[in-house]
């Protein structure tokens, strides 16, 4: 038996007048859906814990059954092992922008003229940057004007604040030690030096000059924020016995798993919005099913994207597009199949809220309950209760028979 | 949006037989309370987890969101608090009675002849002692025979005994550490010199001579008991960035919420029995809601009282009295109304149970569940399912939309 947990990012959502007081998933056409909720067992699942705002993030380490108080410090590290940047334990990871400071160091463009093409050139500069210090500079660009930047060595720390300050018109701002710990000031003082020797090595790179002359705002400069530790956690197969897989569209939850020590699978044409190929994720995620991966990780994003522009029909049309391929995915034989969402991101907040989301389990030995419907209410009434997280691997360990037992 | 708590203390019960097995709730005619069943969402509730009997006190502690095991250490920092004595962390604070000794020093009555007037006075005398050890004795009358004895100075603690030995013709119990730290023999020291200068101060006081003259028991000697240290406690306003204020009844609910830093609303007529001015609660509400306040707490204590008397009739109609006032809270605008008790205090066992309590929360974007009535049992199939008492502020604060989220 495998088992394969099927994330729908924010597909959860609140009642919207529009839709009679429905949310998007009760208003969707979702027959699949609804037969996965008739053949297994429903209920609602808070990723953290009732009412906490989870980020995709915080959520997905806590299905994985990691506890996301303890590792999780900041999104630096998952996007840049997302975008395949080797991140080690103890590793200090940023996210940054390329930007455009005038002669007087003021940004003009937080986003360099929303730069496209040869950030690779860029950061392959900034990437062999040399610091008195004992410490290496990691540096990789990720899409467009977006980038990470890695500080490995001893003594570091993630308590600093950003050089980002957010705005055009100012000057980057000045990292601080957000304690009292020598790690924290020697990683300030390391942060401002790269931000100002990244100014010196790209104001006349040949890039910058051309993008000059073509009228552009030039990536003179790499403004850090969101300083994370990389945490040092057990490889998920290692805790479950299993041999796992993730199938994501985003770097963030590629980053996850990557830290989990997970095999990624690539999708052409996984955007992570609503226009995603949902036909290659599906195909994508039954070949991987024939291989020897005995647990698969999907994260589907269109819905939480739909939810954070408030695009209300967007998300129902999405969701309808999804329960298609779930049509075919309940065709896989020998599986436990989890269907739930990492939070609910209401088209009326435009953002995560702590609404609880619905979650259904199919597969042999289930007790079916008798929902017929999967969305936000009518899972209430199902032989899942309320649970949590953190109680879904125990569940799938239990239901996959690996699970050792407590006691005699 | 604002927020109020609105708990009916002690409102939960047991099937009654004499009410052909339905619970007080359940008998009365509450059509407000249905009302909002109807218009939110249900589901029962566990102050602290399931099965434990909690006080009052430690259920609205966990309800505003801190952990009674880390901050209750007993109830005497909540009802000194709750009769005005400006507490600090780290003071040490006892329930007291005035008793009347024989010049045997033989306990004759705990309760002083039930003393109705003059105790003012006498507290003031015990207020002014002067002891050696630089520790300071803080003293207030309350009610009738109560009153409240605070220590305040270095090196004290709450693990001693009490001096009440709970039965008349007894001497005051010598109080005793009850751990080998030198805080605890000092606090016990302190506490016997307390006890036995109360009675040389107050043997020959004019309002005992008075009182004997008039065949009256005096009051001329104080007894502690329930040692409990004042927490710190991080301010509740602070905690969630919320301007709160607190309606309550008792001293008891009135020093949690002193101590948690929120503001006090008086209700005159406000007893804390099945007699209390509910009108006069019902407008004290609407009126603080109207100023700048965005959270109130509001404990109406009735229900319990009924329950600890045993009086089933008397809870059923102090129940559909509350449901009189509800039906015109229920028309405030802009806000999220959550109904609920601290714990059930059955007719059948006169004092609290580990039974959880039903829970309703109205507002908009609520995802409104199919229960129609409030009740411990209709409840149960809500769309809440069961929470406990300490994630009722967190789904507040994110219904608020005044969460911020946990990852990205």
Redesign the interface.
Known sequence: MKGIIMIIDGMGD??IEELG?K?PLEAAVTPNMDKMAENGICG?MDP????????????HISILGYD?YEV?SG?GPFEAAGIGVDVLPGDIAFRCNFSSVDDKGIIIDRRAGRIRSGTEEIAHTINSMELEENVQVIFKESTGHRAVLVLRGEGLSDQVSDADPKHEGKTPKKVMALDNSEEAKKTADILNKVVKKSYELLKHHPLNIKRIENGENPANIIIPRGAGAVPNVEPFGEKYGLNPVCIAETG?IKGIATIAGMQLIDIPGATGGTDTNLENIKNGIIETVSRDYDFILINVDGADEAGHDGEMDEKVKFIEKVDVIIGELMKIEDIYFILTADHST?I??M?????PVPIVITGPGIRVDDVKKFN??ST??GGL??IRGNNIMDILMDLMNKSTKFGA
């Open positions: 609140r009642p007081y949310t609602i953290i814990r009732p009412g906490i705002r989870a980020g995709s993030d915080t959520s996301p999780y999104r963030l209401p009326s907040i953002d995560h809220t702590g609404d936000e209410l209430v009434k209760c309320r």
